[in-house]
């Protein structure tokens, strides 16, 4: 396995660890009505969407090696 399939391998890891992590700070959000688990939330998404930004620049940008 190259170094740049590897990377984007662990892109997408991070990218589902990301996804998990909001849909559980999404349900505790429902159960118990604290604002943390909704800041958790919004910002592990966003996370995750920097990250499939970051991953198809990468693969954009490495296309050719």
Do not use: C, D, P
Request: hydrophobic share 65%.
């Amino acid at each position: 396995m190259s170094l740049r399939a590897f990377h984007l391998l662990f892109i997408a890891l991070s990218i589902a660890l990301t996804a998990f992590f909001t849909a559980w700070a999404a349900g505790m959000y429902r159960a118990s009505s604290e604002t943390g688990y909704a800041i958790a939330a919004v910002a592990s998404l966003a996370a995750g969407a920097a990250l499939a930004i970051y991953a198809a620049a990468f693969q954009r940008k490495t296309r050719n090696l």
